[in-house]
């Protein structure tokens, strides 16, 4: 199979790279942030460590998309949520009837959009627990131990099919250790409930995870959210793939694991961009009060980074 990376960014560096170097296979990026694209190219590619150490320099190809000329198997797509629509209109030349989709982006909203120029049946959505920073132009910081890549696949319509279990077996041959699910929105909003915890409070606090995690009112913290999400599902008809409690105890897990890492949302806010905490905190508010439940902490903590983004304006040097 061959790939089409949309979003040359932390995850899209991390899936692509991966999948070139561990399955061998062909990866073309597709970037339209200009400095991304020429420091890639003045370089040779892109300069890659693992927790801060290591740092290598590993070749791509990259390209604007009005430059490109490939036609891959499938695109892989990166992109957060505030840019996807414009993306997704500039790219939309490269896109054909047999190529098929897939896309793990944090949050909830992007399938609706990429359902407007790919047929349900060749879509493919995914959750990654996966953490990556992108330190600059070109340049990127895998997070983790080799091998803690975590992942889960579901179709967004239709039955699992051919070209979807190829994905699955680049993405195994990659280490990203994809699990499957039938469950397509349990298993994303199971993801949204726990970024709902993890990335927002380490937002509003600006903190790595391991700092986060040293709180002890951090379990009751992330009961209360995750609580208040699962009730909202419920009534929404939606079954999550995790229990409460498991999803409660794996942020402990989790934020151990990646105990110095500063969550994608924290990374935005951190350098004056808006976080995605609408298409989070905000879609499972949304989502709860569609089925008449008021989500009151999730909407609270919604508020709470709008207001942190907004004060960013009054911070000193």
Known sequence: MKYGIIGAGAMGYRYGIMLQQNANVQVDFIETWQPNVEK???????????????????????????????????????????????????????????????????????????????????????????????????????????????????????????????????????????????????????????????????????????????????KDMATQLFNEAYDACERAGIKLIESRQAAVDSVATVSRAYKYHYPSMYQDFANGRPTEVDYINGYIAKLGREHDYVCRVHEFVTHEVHLAEMMRQYKTV
């Not at 793990?104 to 909203?109: L, T």
């Not at 199971?190 to 995870?209: D, G, H, P, R, Y």
């Open 40 to 218: 890639v190219r003045a370089q040779g590619g892109v300069q890659v460590a693992r927790d801060h150490e290591n740092r290598q320099l590993v070749p791509i190809n990259i390209y604007y998309p009005e430059d490109y000329q490939g036609h891959p198997d499938v695109w892989i797509i990166f992109k957060k949520q505030m840019q996807l629509a414009d993306e997704l209109k500039r790219d939309a030349p490269l896109f054909h009837d047999d190529q098929y989709v897939f896309s793990a982006m944090n949050g909830m909203g992007h399938f609706e959009k990429i359902a407007q120029y790919f047929a349900a049946d060749h879509i493919i959505g995914g959750t990654a627990m996966i953490a990556t920073v992108l330190n600059g132009p070109g340049k990127v910081d895998f997070m983790g131990a080799v091998g803690s890549e975590a992942m889960h696949m579901s179709k967004y319509a239709g039955p699992i099919d051919a070209t979807t279990k190829a994905v699955m077996a680049d993405f195994k041959a990659a280490d990203l250790n994809p699990i499957w699910s039938d469950n397509f929105m349990g298993m994303c909003l199971s993801k949204v409930v726990f970024n709902a915890v993890t990335n927002s409070l380490c937002t509003m606090f600006e903190l790595q995870m391991g700092q986060f995690i040293e709180y002890p009112g951090v």
